[in-house]
């Protein structure tokens, strides 16, 4: 394996401020009060002390280093005017994985993007706890810890590790990803729900997971998971194939045969009214 990235001054920049990003989220973990916990959209969604402050810390890193380049942020105020198109645009997320942290468990993660005219161009994602670097430059490679990465060659959802995860919504929407997951119940080696969608990502760019797919995800989610799983060689794309995987809001990755095979096992017999995507609420 290649353990020789060509050097990306930006990139290094970049996995410098993630890593600082972890640092803090390193210092708050254990110590959130109960109020330093807030509910968001839906009770079990989440938004600490912690997301606040290493998003605070990102924002201003990212100002200093590359003045004037636009910030889509997790917990920040989405700005309705942002240009999601724009030739830069960061996209982040502060804290992935936020109900790992706050039960003290080791998978979370500093997601960072930076999208060109709307495509993921670098990517970072650093799992603080576990001291792993996650990165990649557009036609650059996808590397952990500095070696170069490569997808399993899975082709079969049969012989394949998966991952998943479901909605915090998920008692408002008829598309929960429940029936998905039942669909795969029984063709697969294993399902894990990790509960961070940066890490499930980078996990398949490294060939740790086979394949990984989930609905309702917004880009900060994917964004910077999504570059390094191509870097790594495999195939990122939505569930009727060629969609927008980076604001779609439904995702697959994995090799070019596990995603064909795991989106088949999906689809099967659902035809065009295909229930299972988007956002479908509850009809009753
Ligand atoms: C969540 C995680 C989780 C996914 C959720 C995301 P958060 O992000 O990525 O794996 O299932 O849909 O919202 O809230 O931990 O930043
Ligand atoms: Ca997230
Ligand atoms: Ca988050």
């Not at 086979?210 to 939505?238: C, I, K, N, R, Y």
């Not at 090799?255 to 095979?261: G, I, N, R």
Request: glycine share 10%; hydrophobic share 45%; charged share 20%.
């Amino acid at each position: 394996m290649n353990t020789n990235p060509q050097p990306c001054p930006e990139l290094a920049v970049v996995e410098t401020i993630a890593k600082e990003a972890g640092e803090i989220l390193l210092q708050w973990s254990g110590k959130l009060a109960a109020e330093q916990i807030q509910s968001k959209s839906a009770q079990r969604d989440l938004v600490t002390a912690a997301d606040l402050a290493s998003e605070a810390f990102l924002g201003k890193a990212l100002e200093k280093h590359f003045p004037g380049q636009a910030l889509l942020a997790e917990e920040g105020v989405v700005d309705g005017n942002l240009d999601l198109h724009a030739e830069t645009l960061w996209c982040v997320d502060p804290l992935d994985g936020t109900v790992n942290f706050v039960h003290q468990l080791p998978m979370f993660a500093v997601s960072i993007a930076r999208l060109r005219h709307g495509e993921p161009e670098l990517a970072v994602v650093h799992l603080p706890r576990l001291g792993e670097t996650f990165s990649a430059r557009r036609q650059g490679g996808a590397y952990l810890n500095g070696q170069a990465l490569q997808v399993s060659a899975a082709k079969s959802t049969e012989d394949a590790l998966l991952a998943t995860g479901f909605p915090y919504r998920r008692h408002l929407l008829a598309d929960n990803n429940l029936e998905n997951f039942c669909r795969l119940f029984l063709h697969q080696r294993g399902i894990r729900r990790m509960g961070s969608a940066a890490i499930d990502l980078a996990y398949v760019a490294a060939g740790r997971l086979d394949g990984f797919w989930e609905l309702h995800l917004s880009p900060w989610d994917v964004a910077a998971g999504g570059l390094l799983v191509q870097e790594a060689g495999g195939v990122v794309d939505t569930m009727r194939s060629g969609g927008d995987w980076l604001f779609g809001r439904n995702l697959l990755a994995g090799s070019t045969a596990l995603v064909a095979d795991l989106r088949s096992r999906l689809l099967a017999g659902q035809g065009e009214d295909f229930p299972n995507l988007g956002d479908r609420l509850q009809s009753s």
